[in-house]
């Protein structure tokens, strides 16, 4: 397994029947009110009990890492490896697990028998299918999958496709040793100082304020942009070169560009 896969948390989706429960169980917890003359309780507790079950259904998120697959329910975290995952489907029918969708959900197979009781298909429904699939994809690419995937003709395809040829750590040092200045997307320009095997150390010119990114951070950000894993963003970047965005995207974006 990789052992630099990029962290990234996938909220669950909610569609047109998560919120059909709660509004169901908002009816049933206030239907009280018109049969008896109790006052506001029953809207009080109406309230509470959807406030409950929202909250129930907020806490159900998952992450990918190199740890594997982490799954929180009412925030606590359980983690499902990754490697073990032979396929990925569509579930047949209704079944139970940690999906806030009831209409578009994922069965997640596993090989081996160590998982939690009722684990196996793992049932869950994150919100961005797409990038979940390729994300634990690139950590096992041996699973197995009838969904959809982009087509050749989306752009998120295309740019893939462009970048399939990525540099390799070495070249990626050289190209940056040809860098003398990078421009970012809002005007600010960087200077390239230094480059170690380590780490780039430069100067932002309008403010002279020095900076030290992270090589092997700047090196995976650059991977993973290029095969479609995060957006090429500043906030994206967070993860791989913190407190260095600005610099790393700017110097991304010519290295990019001018391939």
Not at 46 to 71: F, N
Not at 123 to 136: A, G, N, Q
Not at 180 to 203: A, C, F, M, P, Q
Request: a positive charge.
């Amino acid at each position: 397994m990789p052992t630099d896969i990029p962290s990234k948390i996938y909220r669950s989706r909610w569609d047109a029947a998560t919120w059909a429960l709660i509004a169901l169980t908002l009816c049933c917890s206030i239907l009280p009110l018109f049969l008896d003359d109790d006052g506001l309780i029953p809207v009080f507790v109406g309230v509470l009990v959807v406030a409950v079950e929202i909250l129930i259904l907020k806490s159900i998120y998952y992450r990918v890492d190199r740890r594997g697959l982490t799954v929180y329910r009412l925030f606590r975290p359980t983690v499902y490896p990754v490697d073990k995952i032979y396929e990925i489907s569509r579930p047949a029918g209704y079944t139970p697990g940690p999906a806030t969708s009831i209409t578009r959900r994922l069965a997640i197979s596993f090989s081996g028998s160590s998982l939690p009781s009722g684990s196996n298909p793992l049932v869950i429904s994150p919100l961005d299918e797409t990038s979940f699939l390729r994300h634990v994809m690139l950590v096992n690419p041996c699973i197995t999958t009838t969904l959809t995937t982009p087509s050749a003709d989306s752009p998120h395809h295309r740019k893939a496709s462009q970048n399939a040829d990525l540099m390799t750590r070495e070249q990626f040092i050289a190209a940056i040793r040809q860098l003398d200045t990078v421009e970012s997307v809002s005007g600010k320009i960087y200077r390239i100082d230094v480059i170690t095997d380590r780490h780039v150390l430069g100067t932002r010119l309008s403010t002279l304020r020095e900076f030290k990114i992270d090589t092997d951070g700047l090196y995976r950000a650059y991977r993973d942009i290029s095969t479609g894993i995060i957006p090429m963003t500043t906030t994206a970047l967070r993860d791989y070169v913190n407190r260095t965005q600005s610099p790393s995207l700017a110097i991304l974006t010519h290295l990019l560009r001018s391939r």
